[in-house]
């Protein structure tokens, strides 16, 4: 089993910045993709970022597409989010998830393992 731990969030003004965190551990494979996703309240729950294994495919959802960066360090079994000029309409709780296979998907359903989320609040 992965156990996927996100941290980062919190309470920001608009138009500032929050680095996201998501650690892996547990069950390790040779290589995997890892994607960010969201969920506002009263909405489904939405793609926002993907990584694959060696860092060199990304894909980001249009709407964050210039504001948000995603990285990975291997090493550390970790991939990170930079969200930078955030907007209220950021607000949500973000998860991370992991593909056991090193192809990245833009669908959820792509994904086995997912984390327990970090709230994400922008203020206007």
């Known amino acids: 089993q992965v156990q996927l731990v996100e941290s980062g969030g919190g309470l920001v003004q608009a138009g500032g910045s929050l680095r996201l965190s998501c650690a892996a551990s547990g069950r390790t494979f040779s290589s995997y993709a890892t994607g960010w996703f969201r969920q506002a309240p009263g909405k489904e729950r939405e793609f926002v970022a993907t990584i694959s294994w060696s860092g060199r495919s990304t894909y980001y959802a249009n709407s964050v597409k210039g504001r948000f960066t995603i990285s990975r360090d291997n090493a550390k079994n970790t991939v990170y989010l930079q969200m930078n000029n955030l907007k209220p309409e950021d607000t949500a709780v973000y998860y991370c998830?992991?593909?056991?296979?090193?192809?990245?998907?833009?669908?959820?359903?792509?994904?086995?393992?997912w984390g327990q989320g970090t709230q994400v609040t922008v203020s206007s």
């Open positions: 998830a992991v593909r056991p296979l090193d192809v990245v998907s833009l669908s959820d359903y792509a994904y086995d393992y």
